[in-house]
């Protein structure tokens, strides 16, 4: 009796996670999904008492006797989803099984009825490095489960258009060197997890358009080159973080229509060359730094303060006695705001000398 007892005590829970992807469709009489390339050995169980077995990256097609909505097993080595040319009609899923998907580009893209994704995740994204578009256009979703992302490179536009995503959570992307779109237009985003960026070399439009993100974490972009685009109508930021930008070169419409910032503060951006509408449309700021610019050798500010008409006259002068303190030739610049005082038009007319074309307000 006794170890009839303590075999009880210690036998090992059943494992009853699902074996197999399992989804829900939207109201359809056909059901048609595109494969990633790689090994695939899969059979996928129809949910009107039909099953069909799959080799290779072909595309799959169901057609039903009559329209409906259907729950879909697919059991087997299966690399997963492809949207690329093809839309699977999908309403949610409820687990992911137990497959590792070697690639995710374009995986569920303009998914607009997903609605639900699994809670938890067995590793079924470790293997994935190109999450490219992988969400991009589910329109849909509100959150984003904890997956796990450490192999992935590639997250360009991976929750792209996401417009109704209210959170994200701190997914390990420490891999990630390529963030451009990553999550462009997710327009109801309030706030965004500290994730690790630090080897991330493009952040082109990574939070364009996030117009109700209310602040920014202090995230590592020591490595970021390309910044053009990045935050550029986060509408509802007032104030942004001393980010690492040494590394930066493209600062194009980056903080393009911030209306709410009031403030900036002094990052680095000696290896600037682009700052072509960078603060354009900030119509709220009135704080810009001093020395930002002394030794940049930018000479594209083209647009830079566009629009920019709560600048004070310290800021316009910090502004314009900085980059004629960089010593630079042949540029662009334009800031509005009030008339420079007489240090600021003394830099202004420096500026004019070695053939810049300067505008300012009311000089």
């Known amino acids: 009796m006794r170890s009839v007892i303590r075999n009880l005590l210690f036998r090992k829970p059943l494992d009853t996670t699902p074996t197999g992807l399992i989804l829900t469709t939207r109201n359809v009489s056909?059901?048609?999904?595109?494969?990633?390339?790689g090994t695939n050995n899969f059979t996928v169980n129809w949910g009107d008492g039909t099953s069909t077995s799959h080799t290779g990256s072909a595309r799959v097609t169901k057609n039903y006797a009559g329209a409906g909505v259907y729950g879909i097993t697919i059991d087997g080595v299966f690399t997963g989803f492809n949207n690329s040319s093809?839309?699977?009609p999908i309403a949610s899923i409820s687990s992911w099984g137990v497959s590792k998907f070697t690639s995710a580009l374009d995986a569920f893209v303009d998914s607009i009825s997903l609605t639900a994704l699994p809670s938890s995740s067995l590793d079924n994204f470790i293997l994935a490095t190109n999450l490219q578009s992988a969400w991009a256009g589910c329109t849909a979703l509100t959150s984003f489960p904890l997956i796990n992302t450490s192999a992935a490179t590639n997250l360009q536009s991976a929750w792209a258009f996401c417009t109704a995503l209210l959170s994200f959570p701190l997914i390990d992307t420490a891999a990630g060197t390529n963030f451009r779109s990553a999550w462009d237009n997710c327009r109801v985003l309030t706030s965004f997890p500290l994730i690790n960026?630090?080897?991330?070399?493009?952040?082109?439009?990574?939070?364009?358009?996030?117009?109700?993100?209310?602040?920014?974490?202090?995230?590592?972009?020591?490595?970021?080159t390309n910044f053009s685009f990045a935050w550029a109508d986060c509408r509802a930021l007032t104030s942004f973080p001393l980010i690492n930008t040494a590394a930066g070169t493209d600062f194009e419409a980056a903080w393009d229509n911030c209306i709410g910032l009031t403030s900036f503060p002094l990052i680095n951006v000696a290896a600037g060359t682009n700052f072509a509408f960078a603060w354009a449309s900030c119509t709220a700021l009135?704080?810009?730094p001093a020395n930002m610019f002394d030794n940049c050798l930018a000479t594209n500010f083209n647009g830079a303060w566009l629009n920019c008409s709560n600048l004070t006259q310290t800021s316009v002068d910090n502004i314009v006695i900085s980059i004629n303190t960089a010593g630079r030739s042949n540029g662009t610049l334009r800031v509005d705001g009030v008339t420079p005082s007489t240090a600021?038009?003394?830099?202004v007319d420096a500026l004019r000398a070695r053939g810049w074309t300067v505008t300012v307000t009311g000089y």
């Open 344 to 347: 600021g038009r003394t830099a």
């Open 30 to 37: 056909t059901f048609s999904f595109d494969v990633q390339a």
């Open 286 to 288: 009135a704080s810009f």
């Open 86 to 88: 093809i839309v699977a």
């Open 197 to 224: 960026t630090s080897a991330g070399t493009n952040f082109q439009s990574t939070w364009a358009s996030c117009r109700a993100l209310l602040s920014f974490p202090l995230i590592n972009t020591s490595a970021g």
